[in-house]
């Protein structure tokens, strides 16, 4: 059982990365992308069911798209207009429910560094 988080780098403010979150040995249910920077704690992002249905926290709104491929096993964090305040250890994890649940996380994935900078 894997939850593989990857995609993250470095990235001029307004630019644009897409993150993927692989599971392998398990079907993801509902899944979330969280983040965390030095000194605070992990925040959660953005969220697909197993339906596909979406949120969103309000600081990404508009910025961040989230979908998921089934086929592939895998969903993928879209981020535009990205900012430095996005700056952000990224985890992905899915949960015990097929909708998004916060605080009923399964599995969680190992991270990706976001470093928005010029």
């Known amino acids: 059982v894997q939850l593989q988080a990857s995609g993250g780098g470095l990235v001029q403010p307004g630019g644009s990365l897409r993150l993927s979150c692989a599971a392998s040995g398990f079907t993801l249910s509902a899944t979330g992308w969280y983040r965390q920077v030095p000194g605070k704690t992990r925040e959660w992002v953005a969220g697909i069911s197993t339906g596909g249905n979406k949120a969103f926290a309000d600081p990404v709104k508009g910025r961040l798209t989230i979908s998921r491929d089934n086929a592939e096993n895998t969903v993928y964090l879209q981020m535009n207009s990205l900012k430095p305040e996005d700056t952000a250890v990224y985890y992905c994890?899915?949960?015990?429910?097929?909708?998004?649940?916060?605080?009923?996380?399964?599995?969680w994935g190992q991270g990706t560094q976001v470093t928005v900078s010029s």
């Open positions: 994890a899915t949960y015990n429910y097929p909708t998004v649940t916060p605080g009923a996380e399964k599995y």
